[in-house]
T-cell receptor
Framework: QQQVKQSPQSLIVQKGGISIINCAYENTAFDYFPWYQQFPGKGPALLIAIRPDVSEKKEGRFTISFNKSAKQFSLHIMDSQPGDSATYFCAAMDQGGSEKLVFGKGTKLTVNP | KAGVTQTPRYLIKTRGQQVTLSCSPISGHRSVSWYQQTPGQGLQFLFEYFSETQRNKGNFPGRFSGRQFSNSRSEMNVSTLELGDSALYLC?????????????FGQGTRLTVV
């Protein structure tokens, strides 16, 4: 049973455009939602994270939007650059429970120059 | 501060063999988690150790085991390897108290079973 659903599987945007990746979760006990960026041959790197007491968090060109009632959250990459081309994973965790990360299946982002 | 170090980076093993992978967490971190990454299943949680105790375990067979040492270094072992165990095995290091949940991953060990 997939507890975090991520879409799209792949995404192609032009340089300077906005990349949007969406995730939906089922477990209402989840209270920590990080996004990871992974380049080929590397481990996932923490990009940005949000907790459900806020609806939006911005760090540079990266923004997480969070909708608690819809159980959805999304990553927006503004002014996308070729160097952003990577696979992005959303994840969720129940900090009071098992503290394991439950990952989405990933989105392969390609930013064309 | 050094990051999470996993050794070896690459391994090729034969079906039926066993393998041990090693993870050194970020200095000061006491929690180590292991994940399996495959193209089909994505990233799946294996187990988590804190202060030498397994706190959580994922839905993997008993062939997958792990341990943590007093210096927080961790090892995972897979016995009786199967072709389907071919994957990238990732170790994540987390801070020393509940609520500090930022997990930092190593580069992984790429295991190929032939």
């Amino acid at each position: 049973q997939q507890q975090v659903k991520q879409s799209p599987q792949s995404l192609i945007v032009q340089k300077g455009g906005i990349s949007i990746i969406n995730c939906a979760y089922e477990n209402t006990a989840f209270d920590y939602f990080p996004w990871y960026q992974q380049f080929p041959g590397k481990g996932p790197a923490l990009l940005i994270a949000i907790r459900p007491d806020v609806s939006e968090k911005k760090e540079g060109r990266f923004t997480i939007s969070f909708n608690k009632s819809a159980k959805q959250f999304s990553l927006h990459i503004m002014d996308s650059q070729p160097g952003d081309s990577a696979t992005y994973f959303c994840a969720a965790m129940d900090q009071g429970g098992s503290e394991k990360l439950v990952f989405g299946k990933g989105t392969k982002l390609t930013v064309n120059p | 501060k050094a990051g999470v170090t996993q050794t070896p980076r690459y391994l090729i093993k034969t079906r039926g063999q066993q393998v041990t992978l090693s993870c050194s967490p970020i200095s000061g971190h006491r929690s180590v988690s292991w994940y399996q990454q495959t193209p089909g299943q994505g990233l799946q949680f294996l187990f988590e150790y804190f202060s030498e105790t397994q706190r959580n375990k994922g839905n993997f067979p008993g062939r997958f085991s792990g341990r943590q040492f007093s210096n927080s270094r961790s090892e995972m072992n897979v016995s009786t390897l199967e072709l389907g165990d071919s994957a990238l095995y990732l170790c994540a290091s987390t801070g020393d108290h509940r609520g500090n949940t930022e997990a930092f991953f190593g580069q992984g060990t790429r295991l190929t079973v032939v």
